[in-house]
């Protein structure tokens, strides 16, 4: 591969020996077993009681319409057997100009030894272009051309088009704009990727527009300003209409970091979150943090029209490390109240979740942990106890084993269980710039209460191989 | 002629010295022996007070007048002869022009005796008689070496005896290692009497650049007593500082040769993945200019503790392995660069700028999250598809900044079985509450992102909608004004008309 594209340099035009170039990839596989849910029925006789909400024997919940003879309940489907494979290939490329590169994550995916119908999610799409552009970069500004992506206070956007920015001093301005993609999907927003699982799927693409204002004083302290817009292609409405401010000091012996995002289409604060904590690290490290959290939703779907509603939550950690133990112990807490739905039915309002993990490291060579974390909120619960060993015999070796214990209820429905499951990994660097990481787990799912849930027992495993050719921009060679 | 005169004497004042090298004051010629043949020294020594190294030693011939294998027995005598391969910068001349009373017996007499011939090397006692040093000792801090050493590079000394000379109490100094530049870069600087540029490239990285290290010259014998000893890097007062980590660029810029000294390009990159720094990265040695190993610092997330003191049983044991199997030469630092748990919150110091990401993260690091699928990250805990239920409801973190609802969650629960594939009820779902489609209104006010995972519009819209039973989904406080003047066709999704056109 170096020698190809080393070839291709020297047939261009321009003298390109000098310049660099960096080609790194990523092969992932894996080995996934699942059980899913099916539907299945029986003559109504054989379920004890009347009415349309009965049980099997079993205690499985059954729907026994008025107009059958027969009811429906479900039960684990047969275990399905998939093979996921995705390739990343990142390409990077500099020196025709001063502060002049290239840019390339491309994505394809496959599925390799799948014995049903069974379609790991987006591995139906089977190639992405994540990002591809044009970067120049002077003292004082930075222009992008191309798919790529900005990340700000309002999360990840990709999109097709410009990126420009402007530096001085402490300040630096910038501004982005084109055809916008889905968040978390790297599609237009007319893409087949969402008509396959909405029937209401957005029929025009979007434009994005945004701005960003910083601010950074010094070193310890810092603040955004994001304004962002995606405006419907035929310029009939938005899609959203959101800001965000995020700013964060570590000065007066604190780390404070706040956390604003707004939607304009709701007048609603998505997400605002105030932490404190500590900023020097010593024996006891903590912070503490108020939220308030309420979802967003882009104006192609109606769920915002829904009036869905926040919480409000406080949260606090703790992390003790003592000097004279190789130990590291941390424990943490939050608490939730949702506001008022005006719905007039009571249901769980509240939530809250606690835990700890203690981390014991030997030598740099021998790192034990352990957790414990129980969360019990609206929706779901689930208590999961962890520990993990890991030995690094060199920097070019780790191994570890994990084993597990996981019980989850679902509130909203019928659905308790536990998971034992013990996994172990190995990560190997060939080289300074090859890697091989392989790991293996095998679960089993102990269904209780007459849960009808899917079946998660099962054996996994992924491995990974990454490699890299070339350098980054001015890093010395590999070793 | 006076190099010429110390490299003839050399054999007798220099290496006595020594004290491994050579301990006796005798001399390897029978002085006593002879001592009624000869009646002055310059009779055989006739150079010496005129710095004439032709005449220092007697020529072969003055021996064989005797010893030709008739008068007496046959000697083989050759006169030394080369550079001065000693560690003393001595002048007979010189010291026989300022003392008009010394005597070649002053130094070269044995203390023990005063019988004429009876001589040997000179010893450093001997010179300490008239040359007291300004303090009592004599590797203090104050005393010019110089005045009677030269550089060891200039002698001839074995491997064996370079070995065995003392190192200096100051050098003992547990703060030697890091105030000795200062010293080094003095005008009277005497590392050069021991050292070679191979005694600093043993831990300097910019051993070959350094004006003050290259100036010390290279030799072989000192290059392999060096070799193979562990280059020794010391953290400095300042790099304790927590802050230090996120202030250093400053300090990087404005002393950047005093970085250069520990940190290869290779310690920076490290962490310096990206373009940050590189102003400051490009001017350290790469890694085919340094000289030494480096601090090479690895990223972790670990604790960087020291194994303690008091440990018993198995902990013990497993220490013991731990530590056996560290190379003892590693230079490694674990560095927290972040505080723990710091994947989960890094949100704010990244959307704040606080940290310049992209200082040492390349854009790819963040897109193998926020990419929608996990590639090479373990963001997620193993078994996280079967416990993610309650962190996706409880927003313990926004899955929509990397997965999109509906092509990752919706997708996947749908094949499941999970989620409605129609608008037909056919199952028993939500079964945990009798009477749910009554009750649904608030879980799906409170949880309504995770609604979304599972139910099409759709399915919704066949109550909540004027294509269904009309019955309104709006809270209390909906504004829907200020909705329809964002995207006015979101109203017609669910009505027939504009609802607000009245």
Known sequence: ?479 | MTRRILAILSPLIALPLFASAAKSQASPFPHDTHARLFVSCAACHAGVAANDSARFFPAASLCAACHNGTVTREVRWTPPAGRYAGLLVFSHRDHLAKSKEATCATCHALADTSQWMNVGRAVAPTCFGCHAHATTSHFAATNRCSTCHRPLMRTVLTDAQLAALQKPPSHQSSTFVTTHGTMARARDATCALCHSRESCQRCHVDGATSPVIVALGSDARIARLIRGRAAVYPTPADHRDRKFVLEHADVARRETARCAICHARASCESCHTGQGGRDVITKLADAMEATAPGVQLRQAVTLDVATPAQTTGFLSRIYAIANALARSEDTTRKVRVHPLHFLRMHYAVAASGELQCSGCHTQRFCTDCHGGERVSRRYHPTNFLYTHAPQAYGRETDCTSCHSTEAFCRSCHRQLGLAAKTNARSTVFHNAQPLWLLQHGRAARQDLNACATCHQQTYCMQCHSDLGARINPHGPGFDAARMQSKNPGLCLMCHFTNPLAK
């Open chain 1, 1 to 479: 591969m170096r020698r190809f594209i080393r070839l291709l340099l020297a047939l261009l035009p321009v003298p390109l020996g000098a310049q660099g170039f960096r080609v790194s990839g990523v092969t992932l596989m894996q080995l996934i077993e699942l059980r899913p849910l099916a539907i299945d029925s029986a003559p109504a006789s054989t379920f004890p009681g009347t009415g349309q909400i009965r049980a099997t024997p079993d205690g499985v919940p059954a729907f026994c319409s008025q107009t059958s003879n027969y009811c429906q309940f479900e039960r684990s489907g047969n275990p399905v057997s998939i093979g996921p494979v995705m390739q990343d290939l990142t390409f990077a490329g500099w020196g025709l100009m001063q502060g002049l590169s290239f840019r390339g994550d491309l994505r394809a995916r496959g599925e390799i030894g799948n014995d049903s119908t069974f379609v790991f999610p987006r591995y139906n799409d089977h190639f992405d272009v994540l990002d591809a552009y044009a970067q120049l970069d002077r003292s004082s500004w930075q222009a992008r051309l191309g798919r790529q992506w900005v990340m700000n206070g309002l999360g990840a956007y990709d999109f097709d088009g410009g990126d420009l920015l402007v530096r001085h001093d402490a300040y630096s301005l910038e501004g982005w704009a084109g055809r916008a993609l889905v968040e978390g999907l790297q599609e237009p927003y007319t893409t087949s990727q969402l008509a396959a699982v909405d029937n209401l799927p957005p029929q025009q693409n979007g434009y994005i527009f945004g701005a960003r204002a910083r601010f950074r004083p010094d070193a310890l302290s810092a603040a955004a300003l994001t304004y962002q817009r995606v405006l419907i292609a035929d310029r009939s409405g938005l899609y959203s209409e959101r800001a965000a401010l995020d700013a964060s000091t570590r000065r007066l012996g604190a780390a404070v970091d706040l956390d604003l995002t707004y939607d304009f289409a709701t007048g609603d604060w998505n997400e605002a979150r105030l932490r404190v904590g500590t900023s020097n690290v010593g024996v006891y490290n903590g912070w503490i943090e108020a939220r308030r959290s309420r979802p967003f939703f882009e104006l192609w779907t109606i769920w915002g029209a829904f009036s869905p509603v926040g919480f409000d939550e406080a949260r606090a950690n703790l992390d003790w490390r003592p000097k004279s133990a190789p130990i590291d112990v941390t424990l943490f807490g939050g608490y939730q109240q949702y506001a008022p739905t005006n719905t007039g039915i009571s249901l769980r309002t509240n939530g809250w979740r606690a835990g700890g993990d203690a981390t014991w490291l030997g030598s740099h060579s021998v790192v034990a942990s352990a957790s414990y974390a129980v969360d019990i909120g609206s929706g779901a619960a689930g208590t999961d106890i962890r520990g993990n060993v890991r030995w690094i015999p060199s920097s070019t070796l780790s191994i570890g084993a994990e084993g597990l214990l996981t019980q989850n209820i679902y509130e909203f429905r019928v659905g308790t269980g536990r998971i034992y499951g013990v996994v172990g990994d190995v990560s190997w660097f060939v080289r300074q710039d090859v890697r091989l990481v392989a790991d293996a787990g095998l679960y089993q799912h102990v269904l209780t209460n007459g849960a009808p849930g899917p079946d998660w027992s099962q054996r996994r495993a992924s491995m990974r191989f990454e490699f890299m050719i070339g350098r980054d921009p001015g890093l010395s060679r590999a070793q």
